[in-house]
């Protein structure tokens, strides 16, 4: 079964989109792929910006990002576009970082003024990066995440549409692992 990891670009420790993005692992989970995730914000900051791509901490992340078949980027939207902190961990990634990898972009905001956010800003970004297949993605509301004393939730109606979205990444994914077993047979 593929490897999946999610790479988290939010600097909150209490975010919507860490929310948003363990939804999709566990629906991910469930279907029986191995899943983790990476939060960008628990790598070492100074060796993050100085791209110090040899220390130990962002060599391992890196390798984490090499060795995964399924990539699922999430950020929230600040001032139209992804975060800085996600975009400053993709500058560190070989110019074809994610060849060969089928990519789930996922995007939270207050506003849906900031929808195209996946396709203007981060697409660009992931087809640069060499990813095989960028899949639709999704975005879903701030307003959509359910904070209470009990465990975060998504409203019913956010949750089946990204269930969706999963669905179809995880279709992607079976698709690529069947074509690269086609070409080696």
């Given at each position: 079964m593929p490897k999946l990891l999610a790479l988290t670009g939010s600097p909150s420790v209490h975010s919507r989109t860490?929310?948003?993005?363990?939804?999709?692992?566990?629906?991910?989970n469930h279907?029986?792929?191995?899943?983790?995730?990476?939060?960008?914000?628990?790598?070492?900051?100074?060796?993050?910006?100085?791209a110090r791509r040899g220390e130990p901490e962002i060599r391992r992340a890196l390798e984490a990002?090499?060795?995964?078949?399924?990539?699922?980027?999430a950020t929230p939207v600040y001032k139209a576009s992804y975060t800085g902190l996600l975009k400053a961990f993709l500058d560190l990634l070989?110019?074809?970082?994610?060849?060969?990898?089928?990519?789930?972009?996922?995007?939270?905001?207050?506003?849906?003024a900031h929808v195209l956010t996946i396709d203007y800003a981060l697409r660009p970004v992931l087809a640069a990066l060499g990813a095989r297949h960028v899949t639709a993605g999704r975005f879903v509301l701030d307003s959509s995440v359910e904070r209470g004393s009990g465990p975060d939730r998504l409203r019913p109606e956010a949750e089946l549409d990204l269930y969706q979205a999963v669905d179809e990444f995880?279709?992607?994914?079976?698709?690529?692992?069947?074509?690269?077993?086609?070409?080696?047979?």
């Open positions: 860490d929310v948003v993005a363990d939804h999709v692992l566990r629906r991910l279907a029986g792929y191995e899943t983790a995730q990476l939060a960008v914000r628990e790598l070492p900051a100074a060796d993050l910006l100085a990002v090499a060795e995964a078949d399924g990539i699922v980027i070989p110019q074809d970082g994610l060849a060969g990898k089928t990519v789930f972009p996922l995007a939270t905001g207050g506003s849906l995880a279709e992607a994914l079976r698709a690529a692992q069947a074509a690269a077993l086609a070409t080696t047979h």
